[in-house]
């Protein structure tokens, strides 16, 4: 447990105005994003990703790994992500509403500022693009309990994402530290993506365009998993001072 700290839990986004200055403008102290020193470390990442989802991910355009250590315990983190709803105080719900189908997460519709329909009459989207929803999730497999074998203790929500601009997969993965590797706190949460901009498994040259999604991606998701810690860390502080607290 962290123990008895002063932590807060995160602050809760009000409007899109809000969304934008926590999720986009804020810069963490914490980086997330994993950065490879050679094509060969990337290539081995990408090989033990395979070998836990059973995906290939390099076959997308875009490919960026986040991760963040946070103290408490592996299940008690994914049973977090499992509460990953239009309600999530670590998600821009006012820009990127989550909505589960029929409440499952096994079909969850990514929607901009919550519209289900364009606005003022539009039928086909806005310039060739079609927005809503930004994209649709559905699960691919949703690995509620470890593997008998698993020693690393590891637990995966992964999507197959569709609709709207990218397609690819999407994973939050959750596992227990490996010492060895140089992490310290109890439990290692992972962001994987592969999404391509342009919603086909486009290869040519817009590098301008696929830079700024990635970058805008890559600071969101910094956010959003840096809220996770904190939620986390400050809810187990307060189990531990109040063992009555829920």
């Keep these: 447990m962290p123990g008895k700290q002063n932590i807060s839990p995160p602050s809760r986004s009000r409007n899109i105005v809000t969304d934008a200055f926590l999720f986009l403008f804020h810069k963490p102290k914490i980086g997330t994003k994993i950065r490879f020193s050679s094509p060969e470390e990337r290539q081995n990442y990408t090989q033990r990703i395979i070998q836990r989802t059973g995906i290939d991910v390099e076959k997308y355009s875009v490919l960026n790994i986040h991760k963040i250590g946070i103290e408490a315990p592996v299940s008690y983190v994914f049973n977090e992500l499992l509460n990953w709803n239009g309600d999530s105080t670590c998600w821009p719900n006012h820009v990127a509403r989550v909505e589960r189908k029929e409440g499952k997460l096994e ?26 929803p930004l994209f649709y999730l559905n699960s691919i497999n949703i690995k509620y309990t470890p593997d ?25 993965y959750v596992r227990s530290s490996i010492p060895d590797m140089g992490e310290e706190k109890k439990t290692q949460l992972f962001f994987v993506t592969s999404f391509n901009f342009y919603g086909k498994q486009y290869t040519g040259k817009r590098k301008l365009v ?5 970058g805008v991606h890559d600071r969101v998701t910094r956010n959003v998993l840096v809220r996770i810690k904190q939620l986390c860390e400050w809810r187990l502080n307060k189990i531990s001072s109040n063992p009555e607290f829920l």
Excluded: Q, T
């Design 210 to 214: 696929n830079r700024i999604w990635e």
């Design 107 to 132: 079909e969850i519709s990514i929607l901009p500022f919550g519209w289900k329909k364009y606005p003022f009459g539009a039928k086909k989207g806005f310039l060739g693009f079609h927005f809503i």
């Design 148 to 172: 008998s074998y698993d020693f690393d203790n590891a637990r995966y929500l992964l999507y197959k994402c569709s609709g709207g601009y990218p397609i690819g997969i999407f994973s939050m």
